[in-house]
């Protein structure tokens, strides 16, 4: 009996704890999703930003209250403790949108925290008052402890969660929801009420630059990457001019640091010099390119971001995950409720007017006041009496006469009597139907209404809140092409080991731990594999390097003997998709097959080399010479051209060859700033290895680089780029700020050095070049003036201007002027006119 009462115990605790859990955690996680984390779509605000606010506006009297106190009130709404009231409020003001500040609020760009609540203050900005407070069109429910009403949602017109944004983990979901451009919101709300598209990106008070390709309109699975502003100061350093959303000055520090030691990028120090603007000076360590170390520290640190949003929101007590599109329109859509909702009221308030207003009007004007003179038994009869009084009048009102009206007549003084005051009531009424007329019409014509109402936000509070974000679509930076050789790569020829732990054995190359290494051996064998302490290839290496998957120029030519027939073969192959870590057999795949000779060549260089026969074999002829650039390039898998099939005793080499690659064909992509091969952008033309390139640039600057792709510009600032060539005359137009006139000038460069950027306009604030051209006999139209005073004229710059050195300020054009239009043209015809605007 006992045992069967413990088995009952038992199950019925255990179907009770089961339970408990069962319900607890799913109210536990209800009310965090709604009560903690995740913002409401009506208003974009969580609890307890809504409860702050709620406080605020009690306290408002126009002066700034202190934070403690803010807090302090607060907590009669809000029942999770000072700690978190006093996050979010700091939180918000440093969002200035809502909370206008004093005092020291932090910085979310380095990170420092704000000073203590009793140190700072804050108020509501104008803005708020504008757009989030209405008692009449709010709705209200009791506080947690019952003592006071709080706002279920704030009457909020205005898109403020996107301009906000939003971020929370609740149980079992979270949001993030990015802030957007103010200016850009008003907008694309006018145009959805306007029945137009409208698109919405991100925008950061960090700044910086944002990449917004896969933002898929800020629904789960999109994605944005976002970049700090890196400059190149010298040749020697670097500096970031902001950090990316998310990322503080210190923590962009650290990762740099980290990827110093790491050995992925190399630098001397790193210097936070920031105040009113972000300034992170990067030292480089000596022979360090600026331009790959840029990259560098996109690839390796947090100069680079990705965010991943996730728009969760409240929407009919349910958490829904909306898009940033259907966040605006519903946004748009209450602000137009709210709009038709105050109208409504206001309307009402304004037929209430005139109502008591026209009754006042007829009590004094027909003198139904005299039936306060009159005899009555009781207050009531005198009550009916002026009641019955209206009875004519009754059908002039829109409304029926209530006791209410009646009484509160009864209590107007009795001056209103003088005819001063009945003309001031005409006109109050008067008034008061024109004011009918106007919400009438805005009721009707609610879209006008409501867009005219965005507009005077954006009149009123739009300045100074223009998009900080840079939109730009980024390129993708390969790490390994800006990987720094941060470790030494051995081999042991004979054994078959490669490795950077071998350091016993020969050094091969520095390279980076993110690299391929490439390795033959003398049975034919190649493989590709990463870098590691101890690799073993096979035994007989004859030739390691780190390999470069994307460059297709590399040749190999190689002679081999196959093992089973004793003939020997020889092929040159390029070496691009691979398998890591598998073994390619480049012979025949026979036993005992062996490599007579390897030759690796950066740009398909064919050489010439003699061939010794075994002294024993019966060819007469036991010496010859091979042409490799009689063979053609194939794949590494192809078995070649037969040599002989006599034994060979040794291939040596003799004679350098040309290459037999056409020349290396280029682009300059102006869409991301860089050299490329691939086919887009503007086509530079056909280079050779020892060719350069002229880069002409908007602040008056040249260039001549050599052709490695990893350099980085800055595409607004390029005016002008080409296969450079020493004997072309450049012919420039500038302008002399500082006379206020068009100079151009014509000369040749004559600098050698390489990346240095040289200044060939006259120096001073405000100057600028405005047109660059190589073209041998350019002709420059000019046009000036407005409407019946434009002039017009064309000449050929040849017959003007003499070539001089780059150095020289030039001739004088014209005078500067806001009408002034250039631009080169094609060659006149024969016998037209020429004309001239010149000095």
Excluded at 41 to 64: C, T, W
Excluded at 251 to 263: F, P, R, T
Excluded at 340 to 356: F, G, M, Q, T, V
Excluded at 563 to 568: A, F, P
Aim: net charge neutral; hydrophobic share 40%; aromatic share 8%.
């Amino acid at each position: 009996m006992a045992k069967s009462t413990f088995d009952v115990n038992a199950t019925e605790n255990e179907n009770g704890v089961q339970g408990q859990y069962r319900n607890w955690f799913l109210d536990y996680a209800s009310y965090v999703i709604l009560e903690r984390a995740v913002p409401a779509v009506e208003d974009g605000l969580k609890p307890v930003q809504r409860r702050i606010l709620h406080a605020m506006k009690e306290m408002d009297d126009g002066r700034f209250n202190k934070v403690a106190n803010i807090i302090g009130q607060s907590m009669q709404y809000h029942p999770h403790g000072d700690a978190s009231i006093g996050d979010a409020l700091v939180n918000m003001g440093q969002k200035d949108l809502l909370i206008e500040t004093q005092g020291n609020w932090g910085d979310v760009r380095t990170g420092d925290d704000a000073a203590a609540p009793r140190y700072i203050e804050a108020r509501l900005s104008k803005f708020a008052l504008e757009v989030a407070f209405n008692a009449k069109t709010t709705d209200w429910a009791l506080s947690y402890d019952g003592r006071k009403n709080e706002p279920v949602t704030l009457p909020m017109k205005f898109p403020l969660l996107l301009a906000q944004g939003a971020e929370g983990i609740a149980v079992g979901l979270a949001t993030k929801i990015l802030p957007h451009n103010f200016c850009e919101l008003i907008d694309a709300s006018i145009r959805y009420l306007r029945g137009k598209k409208f698109e919405l990106l991100p925008d950061f008070l960090t700044g910086g630059i944002m990449d917004p390709t896969n933002y898929n309109e800020g629904k789960r699975g999109g994605k944005i990457r976002i970049r700090a502003i890196i400059e190149e100061q010298d040749k020697k350093s670097v500096v970031i001019r902001s950090v990316p959303y998310g990322v503080t000055t210190t923590q962009l520090m650290e990762s740099i640091v980290k990827a110093n030691d790491q050995g992925k990028i190399k630098i001397r120090k790193v210097m936070d010099h920031t105040a009113k603007d972000v300034e992170i000076i990067v030292e480089l360590a000596p022979g360090i390119s600026p331009d790959i170390t840029i990259d560098a520290l996109y690839a390796f640190t947090d100069c680079e971001v990705s965010i991943s949003p996730n728009a969760c929101v409240i929407a009919e007590q349910k958490p829904r995950f909306l898009s940033v599109h259907e966040l605006l329109r519903i946004s748009a859509d209450n602000t137009k409720d709210l709009l038709k909702r105050e109208l409504e009221i206001r309307l009402a308030e304004l037929l209430e007017k005139w109502h008591y207003t026209s009754l006042e009007k007829i009590f004094f004007e027909e003198k139904i006041y005299k039936e306060l003179e009159k005899k009555h038994e009781t207050w009531e009869k005198v009550l009916e009496a002026i009641d019955k009084a209206f009875g004519p009048f009754k059908k002039l009102l829109r409304r029926d006469i209530t006791r209410e009206d009646i009484v509160k007549l009864t209590e107007k003084p009795v001056r209103r009597i003088y005819k001063l005051d009945i003309d001031e009531l005409n006109e109050q009424i008067r008034g008061i139907e024109a004011d009918i007329r106007q919400v009438n019409h805005d009721l009707e014509h609610l879209v006008d209404f409501a867009v005219a109402y965005y507009e005077n936000l954006l009149k009123k509070f739009g300045k100074g809140r223009e998009r900080k974000t840079e939109i730009r679509l980024f390129d993708t930076i390969q790490a390994k092409t800006v990987a720094i050789a941060n470790t030494k790569l051995y081999v042991n020829y004979a054994d078959g080991f490669i490795g950077t732990g071998l350091k016993k054995d020969e050094l091969v190359a520095e390279c980076s731990d993110l690299d391929d290494i490439i390795a033959f051996t003398k049975a034919g064998k190649m493989k590709v594999v990463k870098v590691a302490d101890k690799t073993f290839i096979g035994k007989d290496i004859i030739h390691v390097a780190v390999f470069d998957k994307t460059n297709d120029r590399i040749t190999y030519n190689m002679i081999y003997v196959d093992g089973k027939t004793g003939t020997s073969f020889a092929k040159r192959f390029n070496v691009t998709g691979i398998t890591r870590d598998k073994e390619y057999d480049l012979t025949k795949g026979e036993d005992k097959s062996r490599v007579h000779y390897f030759s690796v060549n950066p740009n398909g260089e064919a050489e010439v080399v003699k061939i010794l026969l075994s002294p024993n074999c019966s060819a007469r002829n036991k010496e010859l010479d091979f042409y490799f650039e009689e063979m053609d390039i194939k794949s590494r898998g192809s078995i070649g051209n037969q040599v002989t099939k006599y034994p060979i005793k040794s291939v040596k080499f003799k004679e350098a060859g040309r290459s037999t690659l056409s020349a290396k064909k280029m682009w300059f992509d102006d869409k991301f700033g860089r050299l490329t091969t691939e086919t887009k952008g503007i086509y530079l033309g056909n280079f050779e290895a020892e060719d350069r390139i002229l880069v002409i640039y908007t602040d008056g600057n040249y260039q001549i680089i050599d052709q490695e792709l990893t350099q980085r510009f800055d595409a607004d600032k390029v005016l002008l780029i080409e296969k450079f060539d020493p004997a072309k005359v450049i012919t420039a137009v500038y302008l002399d700020h500082e006379k206020l006139q068009y100079n151009i000038k014509r000369f040749r460069v004559e600098t050698t050095t390489l990346h240095n950027k040289f200044l060939f306009i006259k120096e001073g604030d405000g100057n600028r070049l405005e047109m660059a051209s190589t073209d041998a006999e350019p002709i420059l139209a000019v046009q000036s003036g407005r409407g019946q005073q434009v002039r017009k004229a064309k000449f050929k710059v040849l017959n003007l201007v003499e070539v001089m050195g780059w150095k020289a300020v030039g001739a004088k054009l014209t005078e500067y002027n806001k009408s002034v239009e250039m631009e080169w043209v094609k060659p006149v015809m024969e016998g037209q006119e020429q004309g001239q605007l010149f000095g």
